[in-house]
């Protein structure tokens, strides 16, 4: 069964600051992965996606992310954080065969501070 | 294209009343899942529908059932409300499924007192 770890439950970094948001997935073949944001009674918003080819994969808002199959990580980045970027994040691995079953990790809250 | 519709936003039921939510999926899509986010236990996988059929479930009771019409748009029927089913449940659309990319709806806010 597919699986996904988020092992930050809660980050703060400075404005301005770099970001990494850890993800680790469990998936028998080659995954899709996702990362999603929510702000605070909202929906999902999708950040970025792998499905195959460059691993280094570029989102919108500036982030970006990195799958490494060796170490079955899906690991969110961005330079430069802005006060905006507050939210919780979710990694979500899918299953590639043939139905929508897309299983998320618990979340990473970040909050930025000035 | 419009986005993923969710009705109602908010809802408020009494312990073993039963509601349903309704979602309408972005035009085009034929698969919509369902899935339950609450604090303690995150989002978690309802089910799934594709082309008026369940694919796909997860392990919720009985109590807990979907459907698709032919236009795609699905509906959630949850009988004999408990206090813990209290959640914002989300809806998903996508083309296929099969991984490819979902949109999320901005959820149902159900409370059950």
């Known amino acids: 069964a597919q699986s996904v770890t988020q092992p930050d439950i809660h980050i703060t970094v400075s404005e301005g600051a770099s970001l990494e948001l850890r993800c680790n997935y469990s998936?028998?073949?080659?995954?899709?992965l996702f990362w999603y944001v929510q702000s605070p009674g909202q929906g999902l918003q999708l950040l970025l996606k792998?499905?195959?080819?460059?691993?280094l994969v570029q989102g919108i808002k500036g982030f970006e992310a990195e799958f490494k199959r060796s170490q079955s990580s899906f690991n969110l980045r961005k330079p430069s954080v802005h006060w905006s970027d507050a939210a919780e994040y979710f990694c979500a691995v899918g299953y590639s065969g043939g139905y929508q079953k897309v299983t998320f990790g618990t979340g990473t809250k970040l909050q930025v501070i000035p | 294209k419009a986005g993923v519709t969710q009705t109602p936003r908010y809802l408020i039921k009494t312990r073993g009343q039963q509601v349903t939510l309704s979602c309408s999926p972005i035009s085009g899509h034929r698969s919509v899942s369902w899935y339950q986010q609450t604090p303690g236990q995150g989002l978690q996988f309802l089910f799934e529908?594709?082309?008026?059929?369940?694919?796909n479930k997860g392990n919720f009771p009985g109590r807990f059932s979907g459907r698709q019409f032919s236009n795609s748009r699905s509906e959630m029927n949850v009988s004999t409300l408990e206090l813990g089913d209290s959640a914002l449940y989300l809806c998903?659309?996508?083309?296929?499924?099969?991984?490819?990319?979902?949109?999320f709806g901005q959820g149902t806010r159900l409370t059950v007192v």
């Open positions: 529908y594709f082309s008026e059929t369940q694919r």
């Open positions: 998936y028998g073949a080659t995954p899709y």
């Open positions: 998903a659309s996508s083309e296929t499924g099969g991984g490819t990319e979902a949109f």
């Open positions: 792998y499905f195959s080819g460059d691993t």
